[in-house]
């Protein structure tokens, strides 16, 4: 019912930047919050980045002032807009949406496949 597809991922040198891209489409009603998580070799899965249906964003420390979240509401498009790229930002990023469907009560939580950033030191 619900596909969210990321893109944008790559290789890069440290330093550098890459913007990630999230497109949710499907039977959705409204979003109720998107998260940006990352998951690199031997580490559990942990938040990045999240942005609400008001615009609150709220980020993990180590990125704070480097990674920028931001919302296309008409296109139902996130972004997750990554500078001064670090080694340890190396990871499996995946987008996370919480939504109520159309005719349907409740919430429901769908995951992107994941796309990989490697950051080159």
């Known amino acids: 019912q619900v596909q969210l597809v990321e893109s944008g991922g790559g290789l890069v040198q440290a330093g550098g930047s890459l913007r990630l891209s999230c497109v949710a489409s499907g039977r959705i009603s409204s979003i109720n919050y998107m998260g940006w998580y990352r998951q690199a070799p031997g580490n559990q899965r942990e938040l990045v980045a999240g942005i609400t249906s008001n615009g609150t964003t709220n980020y993990l420390d180590s990125v704070k002032g480097r990674f920028t979240i931001s919302r296309d509401n008409a296109k139902n498009t996130y972004y997750l807009q990554m500078n001064s790229l670090k080694f340890e930002d190396t990871a499996v990023y995946y987008c996370?949406?919480?939504?109520?469907?159309?005719?349907?009560?409740?919430?429901?939580?769908?995951w992107g496949q994941g796309t990989q950033v490697t950051v080159s030191s």
């Open positions: 996370h949406a919480e939504l109520q469907l159309l005719r349907l009560l409740g919430s429901y939580n769908y």
